[in-house]
């Protein structure tokens, strides 16, 4: 018998937490894909949005939490649509910053907040206080983890 076969199944609280994280993410994906954007698309303008201004790439990279080629594909297709505009930076040749042009700003204005909409449709018919006890329970979770580092 295979050791997979004799492993405990996963404590059902973790099983739900990973189907309603992988839900949430489809639901976030789909929700910009009817608005023309990707989930990543629709992140990277709305972080440029809150920079308020132009924003080195390295450090976006590095805010973004993906790997270098992803961001460069990410900032080449929305650049190709218009959404962002690249400069170089003022202190160093080698760099690049980007910043939301108009476009992007229209294309972020005409698609909900994906956070606040998934949200909204995860929390559909739950109280005040079952939305307040869940999210609770969730950051208790997360001290946890955190804590065992």
């Keep these: 018998m295979s050791s997979r076969a004799q492993a405990p199944p996963r404590p059902p609280a973790l099983r739900a937490v990973r189907r309603v994280d992988r839900l949430a993410q489809a639901a976030a994906d789909r929700i910009a894909r ?3 954007l990707t989930m990543q698309q629709w992140e990277l303008l709305a ?5 308020g201004g132009a924003v ?3 450090e976006l990279c590095c805010s973004f939490g993906v790997a270098p080629p992803t961001l460069s594909a990410l900032v080449d297709t929305a650049e190709v649509r218009g959404w962002i505009l690249r400069s170089p930076h003022p202190d160093d040749r080698r760099r690049r910053r980007v910043e939301l042009t108009a476009a992007g700003e229209k294309a972020l204005a005409a698609t909900p907040h994906l956070g606040r ?3 909204r449709r995860m929390t ?3 109280s005040e206080g079952e939305r307040t006890l869940l999210a609770g329970l969730l950051e208790r979770c997360a001290t946890n983890l ?3 580092r």
């Design 34 to 36: 009817e608005h023309g």
């Design 47 to 51: 972080r440029l949005r809150r920079a």
């Design 56 to 58: 080195d790439l390295r």
């Design 117 to 119: 909409e998934v949200g």
């Design 124 to 126: 559909a018919g739950f």
């Design 146 to 148: 955190e804590a065992a």
